[in-house]
């Protein structure tokens, strides 16, 4: 099994430009999510999904868009890339609910991908 | 709201050194803990959990305990390796809310001189 995987794994964009980064997993997970790491930030939340055709706001949703039309893939979308945006990109999966106790709850997080914008 | 605080760094420790990492945290219910290990140029990856009070987490020699009296969860290691060196986090979850995903602390970079 390959796990979670990302592409690209580095991508440099000039303001304005548009570009999306794929995810895909092959655990068969329901739940994926997109958390941007950035320094002395931790990770933070983009977006996520708790299946097939379902996305959902997280902690900083603005300037990103995402799709889920597969199972196995979650898409995250830039319109206009603007310097904030500048950021490690990492991309998680699990099979069921954060938090319930379920040892399947673990979150599996793909290698990340790096991007710059300038 | 929920949210982690964990201690600064870096922490920079000789090869077999003892490690701790605090952890602190805030959140309504009953979460679950963890501490995710990123190596250099890598993601993330599960280092240990534990689902409830008292709960210890282990793995790779390193442990955690749930103290749900005083809201921590730190992370310990007796004798530390070079090849530990990464950045730790502290995350937690909270039940019943379906995708909320992990709330992470800031991370704590671990630096390991032989």
């Known amino acids: 099994n390959a796990g979670v995987t990302q592409t690209p794994k580095f991508r440099v964009l000039k303001t304005g430009q548009s570009m999306t980064l794929l995810c895909a997993q092959d655990m068969n997970h329901e739940y994926m999510y997109w958390y941007r790491q950035d320094p002395g930030m931790g990770l933070r939340l983009i977006h996520y999904?708790?299946?097939?055709?379902?996305?959902a706001k997280g902690e900083v949703p603005d300037g990103y868009n995402v799709s889920r039309l597969k199972k196995q893939n979650f898409l995250l979308g830039l319109e206009s890339a603007a310097p904030s945006q500048t950021s490690v990109y990492f991309c998680?999966?699990?099979?069921?609910?954060?938090?319930?106790?379920?040892?399947?709850?673990?979150?599996?997080f793909g290698p990340g991908t790096r991007l710059l914008v300038l | 709201g929920d949210s982690v605080t964990q201690m600064e760094g870096p922490v920079t420790l000789s090869e077999e050194a003892f490690l701790t990492i605090n952890c602190t945290y805030t959140a309504t219910g009953y979460p679950s803990l963890f501490w995710y290990v990123q190596y250099p140029g890598e993601g993330l990856q599960l280092l240990l959990k534990a689902t409830k009070a008292d709960d210890k987490g282990s793995n790779k020699g390193f442990e955690a305990t749930y103290r749900k009296e005083t809201t921590s969860f730190h992370l310990e290691k007796g004798s530390v390796q070079v090849s530990d060196s990464a950045v730790y986090f502290c995350?937690?979850?909270?039940?019943?809310?379906?995708?909320?995903?992990?709330?992470f602390g800031k991370g704590t970079t671990l630096s390991v001189s032989s």
């Open positions: 998680a999966s699990s099979y069921g609910t954060s938090g319930s106790g379920d040892p399947q709850e673990t979150q599996y």
């Open positions: 999904s708790v299946g097939e055709g379902t996305t």
């Open positions: 995350a937690l979850s909270v039940p019943d809310q379906a995708g909320t995903a992990l709330i």
